[in-house]
């Protein structure tokens, strides 16, 4: 792997933060990352409520949406065994391909998860749209600034590492599927709780 940096920031680069203990990667998923997916999370309400848009869950009963869930559901089960067999096989034996095996299936689930929304929130284009200003707005916020103070370090990654605006093609997939996410995880744990409930005590 290589990094991009330049040489007026080799002092920082070798203070940067690396992670080597299960404690350092344990805080990092656990508390960093789900903070940052909260404030992403806080950045789509905002912007809903922009655009006078509420998040409001509908139930669609078409083949279509039954063969999105499945194949969803497929996905997600095939994925986080393909990330338990990458820890394993790298106290083992590597397994070569199997980062851009997870990557190309990141990316379609990314796709399915996208097109499941359709079939359960109302008005799936207007979120498509918050969605995407969502995106946007996270890369001018986060991402920009560190191609002029180098904060972090860009990594290549198996696929697109190509740059636009000095920053990898994958940094902006990566966004996304923060957004997807966490907007799922609030959906299915949060919303359909809320609305369970209520048709319970109706």
Known sequence: ??????????KLVREYPNYHSWGDWLRLYLIIYPIGGMSVLELI?????????KLTLIHSPTSAGHIIDKLDFLLDVTLLL???VYFFSKLLYPIPYL??????????????ATIKFKYHIKHW?????IFFVTLFMSLFLHEIPNTSVY?????????????ILDIPLWVFFGWYCLILLML???????????RDKKINLE
């Open 125 to 129: 284009s207007h979120w498509l749209v």
């Open 1 to 10: 792997m290589t990094c991009r940096y330049s040489t007026r920031t080799a």
């Open 99 to 112: 980062r851009l095996l997870f990557v190309l299936l990141l990316l379609l689930w990314m796709l399915v």
């Open 82 to 84: 393909i990330i338990l």
């Open 184 to 194: 799922r995880v609030w959906t299915y744990l949060i919303l359909e709780r809320r």
């Open 45 to 53: 309400y905002f912007l809903a409520g922009l655009f006078k848009e």
């Open 151 to 163: 904060e972090w370090r860009y990594y290549n990654a198996p696929i697109f590492n190509q740059s």
